[in-house]
Protein backbone atom coordinates (compact mmCIF):
# COMPACT_ATOMS: atom_id res chain seq x y z
CA UNK A 1 0.00 0.00 0.00
CA UNK A 2 1.39 3.47 -0.91
CA UNK A 3 -0.07 6.27 1.30
CA UNK A 4 0.49 9.54 -0.71
CA UNK A 5 -0.34 12.79 1.04
CA UNK A 6 1.08 15.95 -0.34
CA UNK A 7 -0.07 19.70 -0.52
CA UNK A 8 2.76 21.42 -3.02
CA UNK A 9 2.03 25.02 -4.39
CA UNK A 10 2.66 25.08 -8.04
CA UNK A 11 2.81 28.02 -10.73
CA UNK A 12 -0.81 28.03 -11.63
CA UNK A 13 -2.39 25.97 -8.69
CA UNK A 14 -1.66 23.42 -5.63
CA UNK A 15 -1.01 20.06 -5.30
CA UNK A 16 -3.20 18.43 -2.82
CA UNK A 17 -3.53 14.82 -3.00
CA UNK A 18 -4.26 12.37 0.17
CA UNK A 19 -4.45 8.87 -2.05
CA UNK A 20 -4.13 5.36 -0.82
CA UNK A 21 -2.73 3.37 -3.92
CA UNK A 22 -2.00 -0.59 -4.11
CA UNK A 23 1.14 -1.26 -4.09
CA UNK A 24 1.12 -4.38 -6.90
CA UNK A 25 -0.20 -4.05 -10.28
CA UNK A 26 0.08 -0.55 -12.80
CA UNK A 27 -1.65 2.61 -11.27
CA UNK A 28 -2.10 5.18 -14.00
CA UNK A 29 -1.84 8.54 -12.82
CA UNK A 30 -4.01 10.18 -15.71
CA UNK A 31 -5.55 13.64 -16.30
CA UNK A 32 -4.57 16.45 -18.81
CA UNK A 33 -1.31 18.17 -19.69
CA UNK A 34 -0.19 20.52 -16.48
CA UNK A 35 -2.50 18.43 -14.15
CA UNK A 36 0.19 18.10 -11.63
CA UNK A 37 0.67 14.00 -12.62
CA UNK A 38 4.36 14.77 -13.06
CA UNK A 39 4.60 16.94 -9.99
CA UNK A 40 2.75 14.20 -8.14
CA UNK A 41 5.04 11.30 -9.33
CA UNK A 42 8.57 13.92 -8.50
CA UNK A 43 7.31 14.24 -4.62
CA UNK A 44 6.84 10.77 -4.85
CA UNK A 45 10.55 9.89 -6.09
CA UNK A 46 12.10 12.66 -3.52
CA UNK A 47 12.90 15.27 -6.71
CA UNK A 48 10.25 17.18 -5.29
CA UNK A 49 10.00 18.32 -1.94
CA UNK A 50 6.81 18.92 -0.78
CA UNK A 51 6.58 21.41 2.41
CA UNK A 52 3.59 19.54 3.90
CA UNK A 53 3.29 15.81 3.06
CA UNK A 54 3.40 12.84 4.47
CA UNK A 55 4.66 9.00 1.97
CA UNK A 56 4.72 5.82 3.26
CA UNK A 57 5.38 2.67 1.40
CA UNK A 58 4.45 -0.73 2.69
CA UNK A 59 4.41 0.90 6.07
CA UNK A 60 7.88 2.55 5.43
CA UNK A 61 7.98 6.63 6.09
CA UNK A 62 9.76 7.82 3.19
CA UNK A 63 8.27 11.35 3.99
CA UNK A 64 6.69 12.84 7.04
CA UNK A 65 7.28 17.08 7.08
CA UNK A 66 5.42 16.88 10.65
CA UNK A 67 7.89 14.70 11.99
CA UNK A 68 10.79 16.38 9.67
CA UNK A 69 11.40 13.08 7.55
CA UNK A 70 12.27 13.19 4.47
CA UNK A 71 14.66 10.26 2.81
CA UNK A 72 16.06 11.57 0.04
CA UNK A 73 16.09 10.14 -3.31
CA UNK A 74 18.75 8.08 -3.83
CA UNK A 75 18.03 5.98 -0.40
CA UNK A 76 14.62 5.45 -1.70
CA UNK A 77 13.78 1.58 -3.19
CA UNK A 78 12.54 3.19 -6.71
CA UNK A 79 12.95 3.25 -9.98
CA UNK A 80 12.30 5.84 -12.21
CA UNK A 81 11.78 5.89 -16.26
CA UNK A 82 11.80 9.56 -17.18
CA UNK A 83 9.43 11.38 -19.91
CA UNK A 84 12.47 11.99 -22.77
CA UNK A 85 14.85 9.48 -22.74
CA UNK A 86 17.43 10.62 -20.17
CA UNK A 87 20.68 7.92 -20.97
CA UNK A 88 24.11 9.25 -19.70
CA UNK A 89 26.01 10.25 -22.93
CA UNK A 90 29.39 10.01 -21.58
CA UNK A 91 28.67 6.14 -20.70
CA UNK A 92 27.75 3.55 -22.99
CA UNK A 93 24.72 0.97 -22.87
CA UNK A 94 26.22 -1.20 -20.79
CA UNK A 95 27.65 1.56 -18.67
CA UNK A 96 24.30 2.98 -18.39
CA UNK A 97 22.97 -0.05 -17.23
CA UNK A 98 25.70 -1.45 -14.51
CA UNK A 99 25.18 2.68 -13.11
CA UNK A 100 22.46 1.77 -10.76
CA UNK A 101 23.18 -2.13 -10.68
CA UNK A 102 26.49 -1.83 -9.09
CA UNK A 103 25.19 0.82 -6.75
CA UNK A 104 23.16 -1.62 -4.76
CA UNK A 105 24.50 -4.53 -2.54
CA UNK A 106 23.93 -8.38 -3.99
CA UNK A 107 21.44 -9.14 -1.86
CA UNK A 108 19.10 -6.48 -2.68
CA UNK A 109 19.39 -7.77 -6.08
CA UNK A 110 16.25 -9.72 -7.59
CA UNK A 111 16.34 -8.61 -10.91
CA UNK A 112 19.32 -9.82 -12.92
CA UNK A 113 21.84 -7.68 -15.17
CA UNK A 114 20.91 -10.49 -17.99
CA UNK A 115 16.77 -10.87 -16.87
CA UNK A 116 16.78 -7.13 -17.61
CA UNK A 117 18.72 -6.79 -20.79
CA UNK A 118 15.95 -10.44 -21.75
CA UNK A 119 12.94 -8.17 -20.83
CA UNK A 120 13.85 -5.62 -22.92
CA UNK A 121 15.67 -6.81 -25.83
CA UNK A 122 18.74 -4.71 -25.71
CA UNK A 123 21.29 -7.02 -25.97
CA UNK A 124 22.30 -6.33 -29.45
CA UNK A 125 23.06 -2.72 -27.72
CA UNK A 126 25.05 -3.11 -25.50
CA UNK A 127 28.29 -1.64 -26.61
CA UNK A 128 26.45 1.39 -28.72
CA UNK A 129 26.99 4.81 -27.74
CA UNK A 130 23.32 6.11 -26.30
CA UNK A 131 23.83 9.07 -29.29
CA UNK A 132 23.57 6.24 -31.97
CA UNK A 133 20.17 4.77 -30.35
CA UNK A 134 16.88 5.42 -31.96
CA UNK A 135 14.12 6.56 -29.58
CA UNK A 136 12.76 3.64 -28.80
CA UNK A 137 15.55 1.88 -28.24
CA UNK A 138 16.67 4.70 -25.67
CA UNK A 139 13.39 4.47 -23.68
CA UNK A 140 13.86 0.41 -23.37
CA UNK A 141 17.35 1.17 -22.03
CA UNK A 142 16.08 3.36 -19.92
CA UNK A 143 13.52 1.33 -18.66
CA UNK A 144 16.20 -1.61 -18.11
CA UNK A 145 18.22 1.01 -16.18
CA UNK A 146 16.01 1.99 -13.86
CA UNK A 147 14.78 -2.02 -13.19
CA UNK A 148 18.42 -2.90 -12.43
CA UNK A 149 17.94 -1.10 -9.21
CA UNK A 150 15.46 -3.92 -8.09
CA UNK A 151 13.46 -1.28 -7.15
CA UNK A 152 10.55 -1.89 -4.94
CA UNK A 153 8.03 0.85 -7.00
CA UNK A 154 8.80 1.67 -9.98
CA UNK A 155 7.83 5.34 -11.27
CA UNK A 156 7.41 5.93 -15.36
CA UNK A 157 6.78 9.37 -16.43
CA UNK A 158 5.04 9.43 -19.85
CA UNK A 159 7.47 7.02 -20.99
CA UNK A 160 5.98 6.80 -24.32
CA UNK A 161 4.81 10.39 -25.27
CA UNK A 162 8.31 11.17 -26.86
CA UNK A 163 7.97 8.46 -29.37
CA UNK A 164 6.25 8.28 -32.49
CA UNK A 165 2.84 5.78 -32.80
CA UNK A 166 4.95 3.18 -34.36
CA UNK A 167 7.92 3.19 -31.35
CA UNK A 168 4.94 3.02 -29.33
CA UNK A 169 3.91 -0.02 -30.14
CA UNK A 170 7.08 -1.61 -30.47
CA UNK A 171 7.61 -0.27 -26.24
CA UNK A 172 4.19 -1.05 -25.29
CA UNK A 173 4.56 -5.29 -25.46
CA UNK A 174 7.61 -4.63 -23.02
CA UNK A 175 5.88 -2.34 -20.44
CA UNK A 176 2.89 -5.42 -20.57
CA UNK A 177 5.41 -8.08 -20.22
CA UNK A 178 7.09 -6.01 -17.15
CA UNK A 179 3.92 -5.93 -15.20
CA UNK A 180 3.35 -9.65 -15.72
CA UNK A 181 6.75 -11.08 -15.02
CA UNK A 182 8.09 -8.74 -12.53
CA UNK A 183 6.21 -8.55 -9.32
CA UNK A 184 6.99 -4.69 -9.36
CA UNK A 185 4.10 -2.29 -8.40
CA UNK A 186 4.07 0.32 -11.45
CA UNK A 187 2.82 3.99 -11.03
CA UNK A 188 2.72 5.32 -14.33
CA UNK A 189 2.04 8.54 -15.46
CA UNK A 190 0.47 9.63 -18.91
CA UNK A 191 -2.14 11.67 -20.62
CA UNK A 192 -3.13 9.18 -23.19
CA UNK A 193 -6.19 7.06 -22.45
CA UNK A 194 -5.46 4.47 -24.75
CA UNK A 195 -1.98 3.66 -22.89
CA UNK A 196 -3.86 3.55 -19.96
CA UNK A 197 -6.90 1.42 -20.64
CA UNK A 198 -4.42 -0.75 -22.75
CA UNK A 199 -1.72 -1.23 -18.66
CA UNK A 200 -3.76 0.20 -16.02
CA UNK A 201 -4.78 -1.97 -13.21
CA UNK A 202 -5.62 1.03 -10.60
CA UNK A 203 -6.59 4.97 -12.42
CA UNK A 204 -6.35 8.32 -10.27
CA UNK A 205 -7.90 11.29 -12.27
CA UNK A 206 -6.11 14.34 -11.79
CA UNK A 207 -7.09 17.46 -13.01
CA UNK A 208 -5.96 21.06 -11.24
CA UNK A 209 -3.72 18.78 -8.33
CA UNK A 210 -6.50 17.38 -6.97
CA UNK A 211 -7.64 14.03 -7.18
CA UNK A 212 -11.07 13.41 -8.50
CA UNK A 213 -11.17 9.81 -8.33
CA UNK A 214 -8.99 7.22 -7.82
CA UNK A 215 -9.91 3.35 -7.79
CA UNK A 216 -10.21 0.48 -10.11
CA UNK A 217 -9.84 1.20 -13.58
CA UNK A 218 -12.89 -1.42 -14.54
CA UNK A 219 -15.12 0.71 -12.41
CA UNK A 220 -13.67 4.22 -12.85
CA UNK A 221 -14.06 4.38 -16.54
CA UNK A 222 -17.82 3.82 -16.51
CA UNK A 223 -18.75 6.29 -13.81
CA UNK A 224 -21.20 9.26 -15.19
CA UNK A 225 -20.05 11.93 -12.65
CA UNK A 226 -16.38 12.01 -14.20
CA UNK A 227 -15.00 14.17 -17.25
CA UNK A 228 -13.76 10.27 -18.79
CA UNK A 229 -17.39 9.36 -19.18
CA UNK A 230 -18.30 12.48 -21.23
CA UNK A 231 -16.11 12.70 -23.84
CA UNK A 232 -15.78 11.49 -27.23
CA UNK A 233 -13.81 8.41 -26.21
CA UNK A 234 -16.16 7.61 -23.36
CA UNK A 235 -15.31 3.55 -23.12
CA UNK A 236 -15.07 0.40 -20.69
CA UNK A 237 -12.38 -2.04 -20.58
CA UNK A 238 -13.30 -5.57 -19.50
CA UNK A 239 -10.81 -8.07 -18.18
CA UNK A 240 -12.50 -10.71 -20.05
CA UNK A 241 -11.51 -14.55 -20.08
CA UNK A 242 -11.06 -17.02 -23.17
CA UNK A 243 -14.04 -19.21 -23.13
CA UNK A 244 -13.74 -20.94 -26.87
CA UNK A 245 -12.41 -20.62 -30.19
CA UNK A 246 -14.77 -20.97 -33.43
CA UNK A 247 -11.82 -22.18 -35.86
CA UNK A 248 -14.55 -22.02 -38.59
CA UNK A 249 -15.18 -18.34 -38.29
CA UNK A 250 -11.92 -17.48 -36.82
CA UNK A 251 -14.14 -15.77 -34.08
CA UNK A 252 -12.72 -15.68 -30.37
CA UNK A 253 -15.30 -15.77 -27.31
CA UNK A 254 -14.36 -14.29 -23.85
CA UNK A 255 -16.59 -14.57 -21.19
CA UNK A 256 -17.22 -11.70 -18.80
CA UNK A 257 -17.06 -11.61 -15.40
CA UNK A 258 -19.44 -12.40 -13.08
CA UNK A 259 -21.50 -13.92 -15.99
CA UNK A 260 -22.05 -16.63 -18.68
CA UNK A 261 -22.42 -13.86 -21.63
CA UNK A 262 -19.77 -13.76 -23.79
CA UNK A 263 -18.44 -11.26 -26.46
CA UNK A 264 -17.40 -12.81 -30.40
CA UNK A 265 -14.45 -10.88 -31.46
CA UNK A 266 -12.31 -11.78 -34.22
CA UNK A 267 -9.12 -12.88 -33.92
CA UNK A 268 -6.24 -15.44 -33.52
CA UNK A 269 -6.35 -18.46 -31.36
CA UNK A 270 -5.69 -17.95 -28.10
CA UNK A 271 -5.17 -20.47 -25.11
CA UNK A 272 -8.97 -20.84 -23.24
CA UNK A 273 -8.59 -19.72 -19.70
CA UNK A 274 -5.85 -17.01 -20.69
CA UNK A 275 -7.09 -13.38 -19.37
CA UNK A 276 -7.80 -10.74 -22.30
CA UNK A 277 -8.81 -7.06 -21.79
CA UNK A 278 -11.20 -5.42 -24.25
CA UNK A 279 -12.21 -1.93 -24.43
CA UNK A 280 -15.67 -1.16 -25.73
CA UNK A 281 -16.31 2.20 -26.40
CA UNK A 282 -19.80 4.17 -25.86
CA UNK A 283 -20.50 5.14 -29.51
CA UNK A 284 -20.05 1.69 -30.84
CA UNK A 285 -22.89 0.60 -28.04
CA UNK A 286 -26.80 0.81 -29.37
CA UNK A 287 -29.73 0.00 -27.12
CA UNK A 288 -32.73 -2.00 -28.51
CA UNK A 289 -36.08 -2.76 -26.31
CA UNK A 290 -36.85 -6.03 -27.67
CA UNK A 291 -33.91 -8.71 -28.78
CA UNK A 292 -32.95 -8.04 -32.26
CA UNK A 293 -33.26 -10.57 -34.54
CA UNK A 294 -31.61 -10.94 -38.07
CA UNK A 295 -29.11 -8.33 -37.43
CA UNK A 296 -25.34 -8.38 -38.76
CA UNK A 297 -24.19 -7.02 -35.20
CA UNK A 298 -22.38 -10.55 -33.33
CA UNK A 299 -22.43 -8.99 -29.95
CA UNK A 300 -25.90 -8.56 -28.64
CA UNK A 301 -25.97 -8.88 -24.85
CA UNK A 302 -28.89 -8.40 -22.06
CA UNK A 303 -28.16 -5.16 -19.59
CA UNK A 304 -30.24 -3.58 -17.28
CA UNK A 305 -30.08 0.54 -17.30
CA UNK A 306 -27.87 1.86 -14.13
CA UNK A 307 -28.30 5.75 -14.84
CA UNK A 308 -28.55 8.36 -18.13
CA UNK A 309 -26.41 11.37 -18.46
CA UNK A 310 -26.22 14.39 -21.21
CA UNK A 311 -22.92 14.03 -22.46
CA UNK A 312 -20.71 17.06 -23.44
CA UNK A 313 -22.87 17.29 -26.65
CA UNK A 314 -26.33 18.09 -25.60
CA UNK A 315 -27.45 16.03 -28.34
CA UNK A 316 -26.81 12.98 -26.95
CA UNK A 317 -26.96 10.90 -23.96
CA UNK A 318 -24.60 8.22 -21.67
CA UNK A 319 -26.39 5.25 -20.23
CA UNK A 320 -24.78 3.43 -17.83
CA UNK A 321 -25.41 -0.08 -18.03
CA UNK A 322 -25.19 -3.14 -15.96
CA UNK A 323 -24.45 -6.68 -17.21
CA UNK A 324 -24.54 -8.81 -13.81
CA UNK A 325 -21.79 -6.59 -12.55
CA UNK A 326 -20.05 -5.95 -15.28
CA UNK A 327 -20.51 -2.25 -16.82
CA UNK A 328 -21.01 -1.03 -19.97
CA UNK A 329 -21.54 2.52 -21.30
CA UNK A 330 -23.86 3.52 -24.52
CA UNK A 331 -24.38 7.25 -26.16
CA UNK A 332 -26.74 7.24 -27.66
CA UNK A 333 -29.37 10.55 -29.20
CA UNK A 334 -30.89 11.97 -26.41
CA UNK A 335 -34.13 11.44 -29.57
CA UNK A 336 -33.65 8.00 -29.52
CA UNK A 337 -33.77 8.26 -25.26
CA UNK A 338 -37.01 9.69 -25.17
CA UNK A 339 -38.83 7.47 -28.19
CA UNK A 340 -37.32 4.33 -25.96
CA UNK A 341 -39.14 5.78 -23.07
CA UNK A 342 -35.63 4.52 -21.68
CA UNK A 343 -35.37 4.74 -17.45
CA UNK A 344 -33.09 3.80 -14.64
CA UNK A 345 -34.01 -0.36 -14.06
CA UNK A 346 -35.02 -1.33 -17.49
CA UNK A 347 -34.01 -3.99 -19.02
CA UNK A 348 -32.53 -3.66 -22.70
CA UNK A 349 -30.20 -5.45 -25.42
CA UNK A 350 -27.04 -3.33 -25.91
CA UNK A 351 -25.20 -4.00 -29.56
CA UNK A 352 -21.67 -3.69 -29.42
CA UNK A 353 -20.84 -3.27 -32.92
CA UNK A 354 -17.04 -2.79 -32.09
CA UNK A 355 -14.59 -4.16 -30.01
CA UNK A 356 -11.13 -3.85 -29.10
CA UNK A 357 -8.54 -6.21 -28.20
CA UNK A 358 -5.90 -4.16 -26.22
CA UNK A 359 -3.56 -6.76 -25.69
CA UNK B 1 71.54 29.01 -29.59
CA UNK B 2 68.89 32.19 -30.34
CA UNK B 3 67.73 31.48 -26.35
CA UNK B 4 70.36 32.53 -23.62
CA UNK B 5 70.78 30.47 -20.13
CA UNK B 6 68.09 33.37 -18.66
CA UNK B 7 66.02 33.03 -21.55
CA UNK B 8 65.69 29.29 -20.80
CA UNK B 9 64.96 29.56 -17.15
CA UNK B 10 62.51 32.65 -17.61
CA UNK B 11 60.51 30.13 -20.11
CA UNK B 12 61.34 27.24 -17.52
CA UNK B 13 59.71 29.12 -14.65
CA UNK B 14 56.96 30.25 -16.77
CA UNK B 15 55.77 26.73 -17.61
CA UNK B 16 56.24 25.99 -13.97
CA UNK B 17 53.97 28.62 -12.82
CA UNK B 18 51.17 28.18 -15.26
CA UNK B 19 51.24 24.28 -14.31
CA UNK B 20 50.98 25.54 -10.83
CA UNK B 21 48.30 28.06 -10.97
CA UNK B 22 46.56 25.69 -13.55
CA UNK B 23 46.35 22.62 -10.83
CA UNK B 24 45.42 24.58 -8.29
CA UNK B 25 42.80 26.92 -10.55
CA UNK B 26 41.40 23.52 -11.21
CA UNK B 27 41.13 22.33 -7.36
CA UNK B 28 39.64 26.04 -6.44
CA UNK B 29 37.73 26.95 -8.99
CA UNK B 30 35.84 23.42 -10.01
CA UNK B 31 33.59 23.57 -6.13
CA UNK B 32 33.16 27.59 -6.79
CA UNK B 33 32.15 26.93 -10.24
CA UNK B 34 29.87 24.01 -9.31
CA UNK B 35 28.30 26.31 -6.91
CA UNK B 36 27.86 29.20 -9.30
CA UNK B 37 25.68 26.86 -11.41
CA UNK B 38 23.44 25.27 -9.20
CA UNK B 39 23.01 28.36 -6.31
CA UNK B 40 19.92 30.07 -5.85
CA UNK B 41 21.53 32.38 -3.48
CA UNK B 42 21.58 36.18 -3.96
CA UNK B 43 25.26 36.03 -3.55
CA UNK B 44 25.60 34.42 -6.74
CA UNK B 45 25.60 38.03 -8.65
CA UNK B 46 28.11 39.74 -6.87
CA UNK B 47 30.48 36.69 -6.75
CA UNK B 48 29.98 35.73 -10.24
CA UNK B 49 31.28 39.59 -10.75
CA UNK B 50 33.91 39.46 -8.50
CA UNK B 51 35.15 36.08 -9.98
CA UNK B 52 34.93 37.87 -13.95
CA UNK B 53 36.37 41.39 -12.30
CA UNK B 54 39.95 40.24 -13.68
CA UNK B 55 38.23 39.94 -17.35
CA UNK B 56 37.74 44.02 -17.73
CA UNK B 57 40.53 45.55 -14.83
CA UNK B 58 44.14 46.02 -16.10
CA UNK B 59 46.12 43.91 -14.51
CA UNK B 60 48.29 46.50 -12.57
CA UNK B 61 44.85 46.96 -10.39
CA UNK B 62 45.15 43.76 -9.69
CA UNK B 63 49.02 43.66 -9.00
CA UNK B 64 48.43 46.54 -6.86
CA UNK B 65 46.15 45.72 -4.57
CA UNK B 66 47.91 42.40 -3.93
CA UNK B 67 51.11 43.69 -3.63
CA UNK B 68 49.17 45.98 -0.81
CA UNK B 69 47.95 43.23 0.91
CA UNK B 70 50.52 40.97 0.98
CA UNK B 71 53.03 43.48 1.73
CA UNK B 72 54.03 43.99 5.24
CA UNK B 73 51.57 46.45 6.13
CA UNK B 74 48.26 44.61 4.66
CA UNK B 75 46.20 41.81 6.24
CA UNK B 76 47.82 38.94 4.08
CA UNK B 77 51.30 40.25 5.14
CA UNK B 78 50.44 40.24 8.65
CA UNK B 79 49.45 36.79 8.71
CA UNK B 80 52.46 35.14 6.54
CA UNK B 81 54.67 37.29 8.81
CA UNK B 82 53.12 35.80 12.29
CA UNK B 83 53.33 32.45 10.86
CA UNK B 84 56.95 33.07 10.27
CA UNK B 85 57.01 33.29 6.22
CA UNK B 86 57.77 36.56 5.38
CA UNK B 87 55.81 38.52 3.04
CA UNK B 88 55.08 36.84 0.42
CA UNK B 89 55.71 40.33 -2.60
CA UNK B 90 58.28 39.60 -4.60
CA UNK B 91 58.16 35.46 -4.30
CA UNK B 92 56.86 32.56 -6.44
CA UNK B 93 54.65 31.99 -3.80
CA UNK B 94 53.23 35.41 -4.15
CA UNK B 95 53.36 35.21 -8.06
CA UNK B 96 51.13 31.79 -7.97
CA UNK B 97 48.64 34.09 -5.59
CA UNK B 98 48.66 36.49 -8.19
CA UNK B 99 47.93 34.65 -11.24
CA UNK B 100 45.20 32.57 -9.17
CA UNK B 101 43.19 35.71 -9.07
CA UNK B 102 44.25 36.98 -12.73
CA UNK B 103 43.02 33.79 -14.32
CA UNK B 104 40.04 32.60 -12.46
CA UNK B 105 37.51 33.61 -14.39
CA UNK B 106 39.16 31.78 -17.61
CA UNK B 107 38.97 28.82 -15.43
CA UNK B 108 35.83 29.24 -13.55
CA UNK B 109 33.82 30.71 -16.81
CA UNK B 110 34.21 27.58 -18.89
CA UNK B 111 33.50 25.02 -16.39
CA UNK B 112 30.29 26.68 -14.90
CA UNK B 113 29.13 27.05 -18.22
CA UNK B 114 29.52 23.13 -19.03
CA UNK B 115 27.70 22.49 -15.31
CA UNK B 116 25.23 24.54 -16.48
CA UNK B 117 24.50 22.96 -19.62
CA UNK B 118 23.99 19.73 -18.35
CA UNK B 119 21.24 20.53 -16.09
CA UNK B 120 19.45 19.02 -13.15
CA UNK B 121 17.77 15.91 -15.18
CA UNK B 122 21.34 13.96 -15.30
CA UNK B 123 21.88 14.66 -11.57
CA UNK B 124 18.18 13.39 -10.77
CA UNK B 125 18.40 10.34 -12.97
CA UNK B 126 21.69 9.56 -10.98
CA UNK B 127 19.74 10.23 -7.76
CA UNK B 128 16.89 7.41 -8.68
CA UNK B 129 19.68 5.41 -9.55
CA UNK B 130 21.01 5.05 -5.68
CA UNK B 131 23.79 7.96 -6.63
CA UNK B 132 24.63 10.22 -3.16
CA UNK B 133 25.55 13.93 -3.38
CA UNK B 134 29.35 13.22 -3.78
CA UNK B 135 28.85 10.07 -6.34
CA UNK B 136 26.79 12.10 -8.48
CA UNK B 137 29.07 15.41 -8.52
CA UNK B 138 31.58 12.99 -8.97
CA UNK B 139 30.68 10.00 -11.69
CA UNK B 140 28.30 12.33 -13.42
CA UNK B 141 28.80 16.20 -13.70
CA UNK B 142 32.43 15.83 -13.73
CA UNK B 143 32.22 13.55 -16.83
CA UNK B 144 29.80 15.32 -18.43
CA UNK B 145 31.54 18.78 -17.78
CA UNK B 146 34.58 17.64 -19.37
CA UNK B 147 34.49 19.45 -22.29
CA UNK B 148 34.36 22.40 -20.42
CA UNK B 149 36.87 21.26 -17.95
CA UNK B 150 39.73 20.81 -20.89
CA UNK B 151 38.83 24.28 -21.87
CA UNK B 152 39.05 25.44 -18.42
CA UNK B 153 42.62 24.16 -18.36
CA UNK B 154 44.03 25.09 -21.90
CA UNK B 155 42.96 29.08 -21.05
CA UNK B 156 43.62 28.88 -17.80
CA UNK B 157 47.23 27.42 -18.38
CA UNK B 158 47.32 29.72 -21.70
CA UNK B 159 46.21 32.69 -19.89
CA UNK B 160 48.76 32.77 -16.94
CA UNK B 161 51.47 31.78 -19.64
CA UNK B 162 50.37 35.69 -20.59
CA UNK B 163 51.06 37.20 -18.12
CA UNK B 164 53.00 40.76 -17.33
CA UNK B 165 51.03 43.22 -15.40
CA UNK B 166 50.58 41.61 -12.41
CA UNK B 167 53.99 39.81 -12.09
CA UNK B 168 55.54 43.33 -12.81
CA UNK B 169 53.68 44.37 -9.69
CA UNK B 170 53.95 42.09 -6.97
CA UNK B 171 56.75 39.73 -8.41
CA UNK B 172 59.74 42.42 -10.01
CA UNK B 173 62.30 41.09 -12.12
CA UNK B 174 64.04 38.29 -10.13
CA UNK B 175 66.18 35.98 -12.00
CA UNK B 176 64.66 32.71 -11.47
CA UNK B 177 62.03 33.50 -9.00
CA UNK B 178 59.50 35.87 -10.47
CA UNK B 179 61.53 36.92 -13.79
CA UNK B 180 58.82 34.90 -16.16
CA UNK B 181 58.87 35.02 -20.24
CA UNK B 182 56.79 38.25 -20.03
CA UNK B 183 59.30 39.85 -18.35
CA UNK B 184 61.99 38.79 -20.07
CA UNK B 185 60.70 40.18 -23.40
CA UNK B 186 60.29 43.60 -21.61
CA UNK B 187 63.96 43.28 -20.72
CA UNK B 188 65.38 42.30 -24.08
CA UNK B 189 63.46 45.62 -25.76
CA UNK B 190 64.68 47.67 -23.05
CA UNK B 191 68.14 46.47 -23.74
CA UNK B 192 67.42 47.08 -27.38
CA UNK B 193 68.01 43.14 -27.52
CA UNK B 194 65.60 42.87 -30.35
CA UNK B 195 66.45 39.74 -32.16
CA UNK B 196 66.32 37.85 -28.54
CA UNK B 197 63.02 39.41 -27.48
CA UNK B 198 61.75 38.65 -31.77
CA UNK B 199 62.76 35.01 -30.55
CA UNK B 200 60.56 34.87 -27.22
CA UNK B 201 58.12 36.89 -28.62
CA UNK B 202 57.11 34.49 -31.77
CA UNK B 203 57.77 31.80 -29.44
CA UNK B 204 54.76 32.85 -27.74
CA UNK B 205 52.79 33.57 -30.57
CA UNK B 206 53.01 30.66 -32.18
CA UNK B 207 52.13 29.26 -28.75
CA UNK B 208 48.89 30.94 -28.06
CA UNK B 209 47.79 30.47 -31.82
CA UNK B 210 48.58 26.69 -31.85
CA UNK B 211 46.46 26.65 -28.07
CA UNK B 212 43.81 28.56 -29.68
CA UNK B 213 43.63 26.46 -32.38
CA UNK B 214 43.30 22.94 -30.93
CA UNK B 215 40.17 24.98 -28.83
CA UNK B 216 38.73 25.96 -32.18
CA UNK B 217 38.91 21.93 -32.98
CA UNK B 218 37.37 20.40 -30.26
CA UNK B 219 34.45 22.62 -31.07
CA UNK B 220 31.73 24.28 -28.68
CA UNK B 221 32.54 23.77 -24.97
CA UNK B 222 29.61 22.08 -23.06
CA UNK B 223 28.43 20.06 -25.93
CA UNK B 224 25.59 18.01 -25.21
CA UNK B 225 25.46 16.56 -21.99
CA UNK B 226 22.41 13.90 -22.32
CA UNK B 227 20.87 12.25 -25.23
Known amino acids: MLDVQFNLPLNNFTLDVDLQLPAQGVTALFGPSGSGKTSLLRCIAGLEHAPAGRLLFNGECWQDSQRGIFVPTHQRAIGYVFQESSLFDHLSVEGNLRFGYRRISAAERRISFSQAVELLGIAPLLARQPQHLSGGERQRVGIARALLTSPRLLLMDEPLSALDAQRKAEILPYLERLNAELEIPILYVSHAFDEVARLADHMVLLEDGKALASGNINGLLPRLDLPLALGDNASVVIDGVVASYDVDYQLLSLRLPHTEQCIRVAHQPVAIGQQLRLRVQARDVSLSLQQPQHSSILNLLAATIVELAVADNPAHLLVRLDMQGTPLLARITRYSSEQLGLRPGQSVWAQIKSVALLN | ?227
Open chain 2, 1 to 227: MPLSSSDLAAIWLTLQLASITTVLLLLLGTPLAWWLARTRSWLKAPIGAVVALPLVLPPTVIGFYLLVAMGPQGPVGALTQSLGLGTLSFTFTGLVIGSLFYSLPFVVQPIQNAFEAIGTRPLEVAATLRAGRFDRFFHVALPLARPGLVTASVLGFAHTIGEFGVVLMIGGNIPDQTRVVSVQIFNHVEAMEYAQAHWLAAGMLVFSFAILLTLQRRGRVGARAIS
